[in-house]
């Protein structure tokens, strides 16, 4: 192979990963709307009236911690709703039935165990409360 054509294989191979680079990062985050498919209130743990946020994790996620914190804010502001967080390195059957290719992957689950949103990465909190504000507010007794 000639020097210029190796410089042009690898021109094309360094813009394919920009380009998938910038893909994933864009994707990163983003609310994306649930497909029909629900969650076992025996994966789920605790489980809110209103919503629950299940949080799916590892031990070495460096960026759960984070999402961790911010669902619990956003639990603690609304009333109904419950942050729960599961381990993957301890439950990885669970990884392959909710399609968890990455953490933090998170859920949102109305109190019907229906999966309303998903995200995978780290969520806004502005996404994640326009999430929780698709669903109704529980009526105070």
Same mark, same amino acid.
């Given at each position: 192979?000639?020097?210029?054509?190796? !410089?042009?294989? *690898? =021109?094309?191979?360094? %813009?394919?990963? @920009?380009?998938?680079? #910038?893909?994933?990062?864009? &994707?990163?985050?983003?609310?994306?709307?649930?497909?029909?498919?629900?969650?076992?209130?025996?994966?789920?743990?605790?489980?809110?009236?209103?919503?629950?946020?299940?949080?799916?994790?590892?031990?070495?996620?460096?960026?759960?911690?984070?999402?961790?914190?911010? !669902?619990?804010? *956003? =639990?603690?502001?609304? %009333?109904?709703? @419950?942050?729960?967080? #599961?381990?993957?390195?301890? &439950?990885?059957?669970?990884?392959?039935?909710?399609?968890?290719?990455?953490?933090?992957?998170?859920?949102?689950?109305?109190?019907?165990?229906?999966?309303?949103?998903?995200?995978?990465?780290?969520?806004?909190?502005?996404?994640?409360?326009?999430?929780?504000?698709? !669903?109704?507010?529980?009526?105070?007794?």
């Amino acid at each position: 192979m000639t020097p210029p054509a190796a !410089l042009a294989v *690898v =021109a094309a191979l360094v %813009a394919v990963a @920009v380009l998938v680079g #910038i893909v994933w990062r864009v &994707r990163d985050g983003r609310r994306r709307d649930g497909n029909g498919e629900t969650v076992d209130a025996a994966d789920a743990g605790e489980w809110g009236a209103r919503a629950t946020l299940v949080q799916f994790s590892t031990e070495m996620c460096a960026r759960c911690p984070q999402v961790r914190r911010l !669902l619990g804010q *956003v =639990a603690d502001a609304h %009333a109904g709703v @419950v942050h729960t967080d #599961i381990d993957l390195t301890r &439950r990885a059957d669970l990884a392959s039935k909710y399609r968890v290719l990455q953490t933090p992957t998170t859920l949102l689950v109305d109190g019907r165990g229906a999966v309303r949103a998903r995200f995978n990465g780290v969520p806004s909190r502005a996404d994640v409360e326009g999430a929780l504000a698709t !669903l109704p507010v529980l009526q105070e007794a």
